[in-house]
């Protein structure tokens, strides 16, 4: 579990390497993570020297067509995200939990007739919720 001595995290602004995805992904992810930690964790949300560093960077945004089953055409398309996550207990280095370049996926399929443009924002909504789930869960989601 969490030592009481923990009470901040620092959630750096998220990075987004794979140059794609919506101009505002790098907001929406962060503010998202902000968010659900603070909810979540019960810990005092700092700029800097936090005794909790999360640092993330969208390493992968990716559009792919989903087979399909009895060699009909691919009528789906997915969307999927990638995000690398370095977490580290500060007064802990050692610690277990700490996460070096972890990387985090989750998708969505979608109708390939769909105007993707028009959904993206949802699409992205959708995976960054559950990509946030399971970051959470895997550093602090075990207290």
């Not at 603070?38 to 390493?59: H, P, R, S, Y």
């Not at 109708?111 to 924002?121: K, L």
């Amino acid at each position: 579990g969490r030592d009481k001595s923990e009470q901040s995290i620092n959630i750096t602004q998220f990075e987004n390497s794979s140059g794609l995805g919506p101009s505002d992904i790098i907001v929406t992810f962060t503010e998202k993570t902000k968010d659900y930690y603070q909810q979540n964790a019960k810990l005092d949300l700092v700029e800097k020297n936090g005794d909790i560093d999360l640092v993330c960077n969208i390493t992968g945004y990716t559009l792919s067509p989903v087979a399909a089953a009895n060699n009909q055409q691919a009528s789906l398309t997915q969307l999927r995200i990638t995000v690398r996550v370095d977490y580290t207990r500060n007064l802990f280095p050692n610690e277990p939990n700490n996460l070096k370049g972890q990387s985090f996926a989750f998708f969505k399929n979608f109708d390939a007739n769909e105007d993707f443009n028009s959904i993206e924002a949802e699409l992205v909504d959708e995976i960054s919720d559950q990509i946030i789930i399971n970051i959470f869960n895997a550093t602090i989601g075990y207290w």
